[in-house]
């Protein structure tokens, strides 16, 4: 009698183990996953600050120790909350080097265009010197 009892639980017990494996692997599987994205964006975001750095025109400090501070979360690595603190970091260094690229184009647009505006000013004062001149002598004729 003690036979069938025994059976009975260990079939129970093989049924609760089973139930929790096929619960848990998956879970793990889509967290590892997870983790895999996330850091895969905290990668691309770090490389695409990297390229904004290389490009822009100054330097900017807080942008550098976002970047910093980026590169240092994905080098201790982590889980995903890390990786998207670092994703942060990484896109908020970015848009500072070029919100500074577009601040130096925009300056050196305006350069151009104060030289160009003066340039027209003066042809514009020989023009009327010119015509001034020419006025002059043709009254003396």
Known sequence: MAQPLLLWLLGGVLLLVAGFVTALLPRRRAGAQARGVAWSTARAAIDSATVSRDAAP????????????????????????????????????????????????????GQVGRAGQAGRAQQAGRAEQADTAHRGREGAA
């Open 58 to 109: 100054t330097e900017v400090p807080e942008a550098q120790r976002l970047l910093t501070r980026a590169e240092h979360l994905a080098a201790a690595g982590g889980g995903p909350d890390a990786a998207r603190t670092a994703t942060g970091y990484a896109h908020r260094a970015d848009q500072l080097w070029q919100a500074a690229h577009r601040a130096d184009r925009v300056g050196r647009a």
